[in-house]
C-alpha cells in the first residue's frame, strides 16, 4: 500500500502509478468505435463533396434555382441571376470561386457547433475516440489555447449564420418562378430547397448560442416571461441539435447536388405548375 | 426462477499491483451486478473490498467500471448481458486504487472544497427566501446529483492527463458552479465574486471539449453538458470575449 509520503507519480493517465494496474487501455466490450468512425465518414464525405463544388466555380445557377454554396455572391465574376443575389460587394477583383467568400461563414458556424466539436474532437483527434476509451495524445490543454480559444466565438458565426439563413430564405421564395421568372409557378426544386430552408432554419435555431442569447443567460425567468417561453422553445429545438446538424448538413448538400444535376443538364427539374 | 453461472472478472490489488482475477459465481433472475460481487465476497473471495452503501442508485458509492463503462453496480442489471459473456469489474480507472473495487475519490472533496458556496443575499433572512418555481428549476436538475463520480472518472481531462487535475475541477463542480451562477437568490456577484471569471481561470472550464461523455455516463440522466456546461462556456463568452457586453459592463459602471 502507498504510505502517501512518495514522490507524485510520473506517469500520466489511466496508466497511472497511482492507478489501478490494468494494460488495456480500454475494456469496453462493445462497438465503441462504429460511431466515431461513422461521424468522421460521414464529416469527410461531405468536405470533399463541398471542397469540390466550391472550387469549381460552376453549374451553380440554373434558373430559378441557385446552389446554397453560392448564395449570396458576393463578387462580380458571378453568373448573373435575375432578382437572385447578385451582391456585387466586394468587386471585381476577385478571381476565385465567389463560394469561397460565402461559405466561410456556414463554415465557420458549424467548425464552432457544440455538437460538431463533440463530432470532430471524437471522430478525428480521439480525444477521447468514445467515453473511458483512453486517448492517444500525450498533452491535453483543451480550449483553454490558441486556436482552440476561439471556439468561443461561435455566438458570432451564430449571427452570421442567421443572415445567410434569411438570405436562403430569399432564395427559396424565388424558387417559385419558373425557368422565365415568372412567379406562381413551383417544381421539384422547390421542393427540394423549401425542405433545406427549414432544416437549416432548425438548425440555426436549435444553436446553444441561440439558447443562451435568448435566455439562458438571464437569472430570473420569471421576470422576462417572454424570452422565457422563447427559450423553452429553443431549449426544445436544442434538445434535437445533433439530428438537426447532420439533417442540414445532407439536405445543403443535396439541395446544392439538385441544382448541380439541373445546370449541367443531367436532369430536367420537373415542374409541377 | 432460472439460476446460471456467469464467468467473472474482478480487478483485485492495490497500488503495489494487481491484475484481474476469473471467477465463476452463481446469478440469480432480477439480480444487478453488486448481488454478484456480494456473492463473490461470500462464497469465494471474503476478502473482496467494494464500497457499497444504499443499493437503490441514491447513495453514489458503488461506482466502478463494468465492460470498461463506469456504471453504478446496483444500478446495473445482469439481464442486459449475455449468460455466455464474461463481466469484468474494476475499479474506477480515474482516480488512485485503495483496494480491489475501492478508489481515493478524495481529488473530488478537494475540488468540492474550492468552489464557493451560496452567498446569501443582503437582507433577507434564511426562513424567508422565496423563489419562483420556473427560477430554480435549472438548479434543481443539478441538485439530483448523487455524487457518484463517475462523470469526473470518465471525463478525459483527468482521465487520461494526471498533471490536469490540479487546474481541472471536472464537469461534477463546473456543474455546481453553473447551478450557483443559475440561482436566482446567489448574491456571489453583489459580494465581488464572478463565478462565470472563476468558472474560466480557477476551475479549468476551458479544458472541457464538450465531448458529452459526463452526461453519457450520469445515472440520474443530468444533461450536464447542455444544461451545465455549455450554458457556464457561453456565460463565461458573455464576460471575456463578447465586446458588446464588455462596453456595456464598462458604461453602466461608469454610470455608477
Known amino acids: ?273 | 426462477m432460472s439460476s446460471y453461472q456467469a464467468g467473472f472478472r474482478v480487478w483485485r490489488g492495490d497500488q503495489d499491483g494487481g491484475e484481474l482475477e476469473d471467477f465463476t459465481v452463481e446469478v440469480n433472475e432480477g439480480e444487478v451486478v453488486l448481488d454478484i460481487i456480494h456473492r463473490l465476497q461470500a462464497t469465494q473471495a471474503s476478502d473482496l473490498a467494494v464500497r457499497w452503501n444504499c443499493k437503490a442508485g441514491k447513495c453514489g458509492s458503488c461506482s466502478a467500471e463494468i465492460n470498461g463503462r463506469p456504471r453504478l453496480m446496483c444500478m446495473t442489471r445482469m439481464s442486459v448481458f449475455t449468460r455466455e459473456e464474461t463481466i469484468t469489474v474494476t475499479p474506477l480507472r480515474a482516480f488512485p486504487v485503495v483496494r480491489d473495487l475501492v478508489t481515493d475519490v478524495s481529488f473530488n472533496y478537494a475540488k468540492a472544497r474550492d468552489v464557493p458556496s451560496f452567498v446569501p443575499p443582503p437582507g433577507v433572512a434564511a426562513g424567508d427566501y422565496r423563489m419562483r418555481q420556473v427560477d430554480v428549476d435549472r438548479s434543481q436538475e443539478f441538485r439530483k446529483c448523487i455524487e457518484c463520480f463517475l462523470c469526473q472518472d470518465t471525463c478525459h481531462v483527468v482521465r487520461d492527463h494526471e498533471e490536469n487535475k490540479p487546474a481541472f475541477a471536472g464537469p461534477r463542480f463546473l456543474m455546481r458552479v453553473a447551478e450557483l451562477d443559475m440561482h436566482p437568490l446567489d448574491a456571489a456577484a453583489e459580494s465581488g465574486l464572478d463565478r462565470k471569471k472563476t468558472a474560466q481561470e480557477e476551475h479549468g472550464l476551458g479544458y472541457c471539449n464538450i465531448t458529452k461523455c459526463c452526461t453519457e455516463v450520469c445515472p440520474e440522466g443530468i444533461k450536464i453538458t447542455d444544461n451545465a456546461l455549455i450554458p457556464l462556456k457561453e456565460r463565461a463568452a458573455d464576460r471575456k470575449y463578447d465586446p458588446l457586453v464588455w462596453l456595456g459592463n464598462k458604461i453602466r459602471r461608469r454610470g455608477e
Request: charged share 15%; with cysteine; aromatic share 18%.
Open chain 1, 1 to 273: 500500500m502507498a504510505t502517501g509520503t512518495e514522490p507524485p507519480p510520473t506517469h500520466s493517465g489511466v496508466h497511472g502509478a497511482t492507478r489501478a494496474t490494468i494494460g488495456a487501455r480500454h475494456l469496453r466490450t462493445d462497438r465503441w468505435w462504429l460511431s466515431p468512425a461513422l461521424t468522421a465518414g460521414g464529416l469527410l464525405a461531405f468536405v470533399l463533396y463541398s471542397t469540390w463544388r466550391a472550387f469549381a466555380n460552376a453549374d451553380y445557377y440554373a434558373a430559378p434555382y441557385v446552389s446554397p454554396f453560392y448564395s449570396p455572391c458576393l463578387s462580380e465574376n458571378c453568373a448573373p441571376m435575375r432578382g437572385g443575389p447578385n451582391w456585387e460587394i466586394i468587386g471585381g477583383w476577385w478571381g476565385l470561386s465567389p463560394a469561397l467568400l460565402i461559405l466561410i461563414f456556414p463554415l465557420g458556424f458549424r467548425l464552432t457547433c457544440y455538437y460538431y466539436r463533440k463530432a470532430y474532437y471524437r471522430g478525428f483527434w480521439a480525444s477521447p475516440p468514445a467515453c473511458a476509451v483512453a486517448e492517444p495524445h500525450k498533452k491535453y490543454t483543451g480550449e483553454t489555447r490558441f486556436p482552440l480559444i476561439l471556439q468561443n466565438l461561435h455566438r458570432y458565426f451564430f449571427y452570421a449564420a442567421l443572415l445567410v439563413a434569411g438570405i436562403l430564405t430569399y432564395d427559396t421564395v424565388l424558387t417559385f418562378r419558373d425557368e422565365q421568372y415568372a412567379w406562381g409557378h413551383m417544381g421539384l426544386g422547390t421542393v427540394v430547397f423549401l425542405v433545406n430552408i427549414v432544416l437549416i432554419w432548425a438548425y440555426t435555431l436549435s444553436c446553444h448560442s441561440c439558447r443562451h442569447i435568448v435566455g439562458g443567460r438571464l437569472k430570473h425567468f420569471s421576470r422576462h416571461p417572454v424570452r422565457y417561453r422563447l427559450w423553452g422553445w429553443v431549449s426544445k429545438l436544442n434538445a434535437r441539435h445533433m439530428q438537426l446538424a447532420w439533417a442540414s448538413l445532407i439536405s445543403v448538400g443535396l439541395a446544392d447536388f439538385y441544382v448541380y444535376l439541373v445546370a449541367s443538364g443531367a436532369f430536367d427539374d420537373p415542374r409541377f405548375f
